[in-house]
């Protein structure tokens, strides 16, 4: 009999390489209790987390919490089943209802998990005779929901309009439609997306555009619409993806658009038909969460003074961040043993970030991926910033 694990040989050997360069395991870090937003048992130590997606710290709203509970008590723990094949539960449709009219849309469909709201809108809107563009940088769904879709693939430059405008120019006698997709945040390095140029390309070249909002829905606009709010381009943005996992801290993800096809994309859109649709506690949690979102602006004031303290503190260091401020800051490193040595030091000195390594980084460099948080306080930010300076020192 072939082993049939044997494709993964290389994995296992470039894995096993690592891990003789680290006293633990960077990809099974164990969070053994979250005491609060910011603050988690690892190791059996306090430790403070600058390694989430947790940007509003609504993941311990106690709002959120309560309604989930409620919610489980009088429905359920879970739908066990599809909304196609199963039933819609009217919460799923309240849900709908709401991030539609926050997003000032017609239409917003949910989906299970972010990933799934890409692989289930992509792979819907696009086939075989269509062509998407994408950011080169774009997340694994975008591309995994390419390729479930059948579509020709064109990757342009990242956050390059005049890369993308130069493929655009290519495909002026394509019969078929055109889909350009681009992030809002892009979740490695914090960089955020020129939305309004591409906005201008796709009207001269007879594009849609799509933007994944998922780093920054509730994150930046006055009212947490993302980048397209920021840069006033939200009405034509044709398809908004995001996800309820970072900002609103639950799980599931969404498509919002005005186009009515939207409808029909219910009945042609894989990853939302066969699956089991969001169970009712998380959908409560996540209404909950949502009330917060846009109750409190103010999260998203204390977000950015984070981010800038954070990045500030850094820069003074000495360290590699990029110019650009925002609630995901990387930490450029230049090897990987270096960037494993810094990250353990970092963990054992009571701080977690996230150790992200090639080729899942831009560049082929290793990075050290920081996220900021409203619930951080300025001494917790300050901690952080001093525990990455004595670390650095070691290596200087
Ligand atoms: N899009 C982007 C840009 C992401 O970074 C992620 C998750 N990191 C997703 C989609 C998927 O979201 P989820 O983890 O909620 O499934």
């Given at each position: 009999m072939n082993n049939i694990f044997a494709k993964h040989e290389a994995l296992q050997k470039a894995y096993k390489n690592l891990i003789t360069l680290s006293p633990r395991d960077p990809f099974h870090?164990?969070?053994?209790?979250?005491?609060s937003a910011t603050v988690g048992i690892i190791e059996g130590r306090e430790t403070l987390l600058f390694g989430t997606n947790n940007y509003l710290g609504l993941s311990q709203s106690q709002k959120a919490a309560q309604a989930a509970i409620e919610t489980a008590q009088t429905m359920?723990?879970?739908?066990?089943?599809?909304r196609i094949a199963n039933g819609t539960f009217g919460l799923h449709q309240t849900l709908e209802k709401k991030l539609a009219a926050f997003f000032r849309r017609k239409h917003c469909m949910i989906f299970s998990t972010g990933y799934q709201a890409n692989l289930g809108t992509i792979s819907a809107l696009v086939n075989k005779d269509d062509v998407l563009l994408l950011d080169a940088d774009s997340h694994a769904s975008i591309y995994d929901g390419a390729k479930l879709s059948g579509a020709q693939v064109i990757r342009f430059r990242h956050n390059d309009p005049a890369d993308l405008e130069k493929r655009l120019a290519r495909l002026k006698n394509h019969t078929g439609a055109k889909l350009i997709i681009a992030e809002g945040?892009?979740?490695?390095?914090?960089n955020i997306a020129p939305l309004k140029e591409f906005v201008d390309i796709k009207k001269r070249h007879g594009a849609y555009l799509m933007a994944d909002e998922a780093h920054s829905f509730g994150v930046l606009g006055e009212h947490g619409r993302g980048v397209a709010e920021l840069q006033n381009c939200e009405d034509d943005i044709d398809f908004i993806v995001g996800t309820f996992?970072?900002?609103?801290?639950t799980v599931g993800g969404y498509c919002i658009s005005d186009n009515d096809g939207i409808n029909l994309m219910r009945l042609a859109s894989r990853p939302y038909m066969f699956t089991a649709s969001l169970p009712p506690e998380i959908i409560a949690a996540t209404l909950a969460a949502l009330e917060d979102l846009e109750a409190h602006p103010e999260l998203r004031v204390k977000l950015q003074k984070n981010a800038a303290q954070l990045h500030a503190g850094l820069q003074d260091i000495g360290l590699n961040t990029g110019s650009h401020i925002s609630p995901v800051i990387a930490v450029t490193l230049d090897n990987i043993a270096q960037a494993l040595t810094f990250w353990n030091a970092l963990l054992e000195s009571g701080l977690y970030v996230n150790l992200s390594l090639p080729p899942a980084t831009p560049d082929e460099r290793p990075l050290l991926r920081c996220s900021v948080m409203a619930a951080h306080s300025p001494q917790e930010i300050d901690k952080a910033i001093s525990i990455f300076k004595s670390v650095y020192n070691m290596f200087k």
């Open positions: 870090v164990v969070i053994e209790r979250p005491l359920g723990v879970g739908t066990t089943g599809s945040i892009y979740s490695m390095t914090g996992s970072k900002s609103l801290g």
